[in-house]
């Protein structure tokens, strides 16, 4: 079968491997449909992500069918679209036992720290498998997984129930968490970027509050969209110092802050600001189960928008050009996948 390889920064190589051998009792063989590729792959890309060596077979955010099952496996069967998490966890640290597996100490993400998906069959243990409906398309399933960290990011704070939201970042995550925020019943949601195309694609996906703040000051745009009521969360999704800086502040005294953005620099924090404002700053890592089935339901409902978000897909033999396509196009594109 085939299986693409990146073997250093910006190389990918196309190799012929064997086949899985039959699965065992809890395992399952999928057959992949679709990968997406995401911002944190683009860091590997560029060999600008912290915590994965090279070679690393990519791929985390994917869609497939169930090509066969063990004897045990209960949840899905030969025939059924399916997806799975990517995290493999030691389930013996504090973090797992208490169910926080997410943020296991020992936690390897397939596609970074182990081989993810980029193969035409892949097998993946029972307990991570995240079945989908047919009404829903590979293009859908592959977008779970992004779609599971706005529905993870969003339940870190205690209710968004009507409060005044800003996200900061409007790429594919910022997206998907303005889309939960309004789905979890927040009063307004602001979304903000400096790229006009990425703002289109939010209202095209029913979020209607958008300001670009290079155009206009990010106090301006706080005023005008929320009037006096100011916000009282804000979701940092975009990864600089500015957007961090710009969240802690405005937000309302006694407010939320998630911070979801990959930072290629760490920012610098004014501790003091936030000490005296009595700010509550929320790490958000991944997901879990629930966050995956939550995404499934909200995507085939259609509370969850995600068409808009595809821009390109390539096929799997242009693997690399995919990579160049966001290299040259990233200010226009959003999500590209890759077809199998």
Known sequence: MRQAIMILPGEIEFREIPEPGPVKENEILLRIKKIGVCGSDIHVFHGK?????????????????????????????????ATARPQLVCGKCGPCLRGQYNA????????????????????????????????????????????????????????????????????????????????????????????????????????????????????????????????????????????????????????????LGVYSQNPVVNMFYLGEHELNVFGSMMYRQEDYETAVEMIASGKIITAPLLTRSFPFAEYPEAYQFIEHQGDKTMKVMIDL
Do not use: W
């Open 49 to 81: 992500h912290p915590a994965t060596p090279y070679p690393v077979v990519q791929g985390h955010e994917y869609s497939a069918v169930v090509e066969a099952v063990g004897s045990g496996v209960m949840k899905v069967k030969p025939g059924m679209r």
């Open 104 to 259: 296991c100490q020992e936690l390897k993400v397939q596609g970074f720290q182990a081989p993810g998906v980029a193969q035409d069959l892949f097998v993946v243990s029972d307990d991570r498998i995240v079945p989908f409906p047919d009404s829903m398309t590979f293009e859908q399933g592959a977008m779970i997984e992004p779609a599971a960290v706005g529905a993870h990011s969003t339940n870190r704070v205690a209710s968004l129930k009507g409060k005044n939201v800003v996200v900061s970042g409007a790429g594919t995550i910022g997206n998907l968490v303005a889309q939960f925020a309004k789905a979890r019943g927040a009063a307004k949601v602001l979304i903000t970027d400096v790229s006009d195309f990425r703002l289109d694609i939010a209202r095209q996906c029913g979020i209607a509050g958008t300001a670009n703040i290079l155009k206009t000051p990010f106090e301006e745009c706080i005023k005008e969209f929320f009037g006096g009521e100011g916000f009282q969360v804000g979701f940092e999704a975009a990864g600089v110092q500015a957007s961090i800086d710009v969240l802690m502040q405005f937000v309302e005294k006694g407010g939320d802050i998630v911070i």
